[in-house]
């Protein structure tokens, strides 16, 4: 199968480039014959305006010379959401079928709470797509009042498992993301003044860019201020280093799709403390794998944290939780053989 990828720039920061860079050096069991047209990329409104002129010119001649025989796109919500459709549609004039891999999180944004206009735009667009690929049982139900149910798919994300995990770690509380609102972060400094109190021995790792700024100002006048770090945003062995010494991991986020951060975490054996948003509630089970709570529970998050913190063989037992789940549930070959039936679904039916 020829199939060509509408991806983001290697370099791009977030959960759709992790997923595809996986892909990059994955070689799908010899079924498959991928090319990538990168779209996307980060930096000032001319360069991704830039990049996306290219990427079209690429894509046009994609399509003329190789002849995918399925387009799979990797999108969002907001303005990745228009940036792809100058694709789908070259797509269809070129009869090939589309796969919408859609790993957006702040759906009610984006669909229910538009305009009607808006509203008629986005599922006409999607409708044009052959299936589109959902992240989670919820987010099916959510893309089912913009498509038929038959045209979803769900495939959950995947993650790369170390051989072994480091049982013995630091004092140390880990986040790893996007620096901002939607992900929780400015509940963060409050979470973790209150699981520290008392114990100055517990450092907070917050690994990202965004508005680093502003979850500075929330830090200052707490006594936890000196024990949070800011290294930017991390990858390769810098993350690896982060995920294998560090004791919890915190994700207080308010939207989701399925985070690749906490599939990160589990297949390094790290406890978790997250919400019950998205497909996270799939990920992690409360009191086994890990703590879930409503988004916006300082306390309760904090209280996960300190018992975490304070019980040694309870957060070991909470990590190999995880492991295990991700070993058994996440892999890349399982996420790899649910791709390929999908392609072959796919094109058994552009065939019929």
């Avoid at 051989?163 to 993301?177: P, S």
């Avoid at 951060?261 to 948003?277: C, P, Q, R, S």
């Amino acid at each position: 199968m020829k199939i060509c990828m509408i991806v983001p720039d290697v370099y791009v920061k977030g959960g759709i480039a992790s997923v595809v860079n996986g892909y990059r050096t994955y070689d799908f069991g010899g079924q498959c014959q991928i090319s990538y047209v990168e779209s996307y990329r980060d930096g000032g409104k001319w360069q991704k305006l830039m990049k996306a002129l290219k990427g079209y010119v690429l894509f046009w001649r994609e399509l003329r010379i190789n002849k995918p025989d399925i387009v799979h796109i990797h999108s969002s919500f907001g303005p990745s959401f228009y940036r792809k459709i100058p694709f789908i549609y070259m797509s269809v004039w070129k009869r090939v079928p589309v796969v919408n891999h859609i790993h957006g999180a702040e759906f009610d944004v984006f669909y229910e709470n538009a305009s009607p206009r808006k509203k008629n735009l986005v599922r006409k667009v999607y409708d044009k797509c052959q299936m589109l690929i959902a992240l989670s049982d919820e987010w099916k139900e959510k893309l089912k009042q913009i498509v038929a149910e038959e045209k979803i798919c769900v495939i959950e994300n995947y993650c790369r498992i170390p051989e072994a995990v480091n049982l013995e770690r630091k004092k140390q509380i880990l986040f790893l993301g996007e620096i901002g609102k939607r992900k929780g972060c400015f509940d963060i400094p409050e979470i973790c003044e209150r699981a520290l109190e008392g114990t100055l021995d517990v450092s907070v790792v917050l690994g990202g860019d965004g508005d680093i700024e502003q979850l500075k100002e929330l830090l200052e006048g707490k006594q936890i201020k000196t024990a949070v770090s800011f290294p930017g945003w991390v990858r390769g062995s810098e993350k690896e280093g982060l995920l294998c010494e560090s004791s919890v991991f915190l994700f207080p986020s308010y939207h989701e799709g399925m985070p690749m951060a906490v599939l990160e975490a589990m297949a390094y054996g790290m406890a978790i403390v997250t919400t019950k948003v998205g497909g996270i509630p799939r990920l992690i089970e409360h009191g086994v794998s890990g703590y879930l709570h409503e988004p916006g529970d300082i306390l309760g998050m904090a209280q996960s944290i300190r018992e975490l913190l304070m019980d040694d063989d309870r957060r070991r037992k909470m990590g190999m939780a995880a492991r295990a789940k991700a070993v058994r549930c996440y892999s890349m070959e399982g996420h790899v053989k649910k791709l390929l039936s999908l392609y072959e679904k796919v094109l058994s039916g552009n065939k019929a």
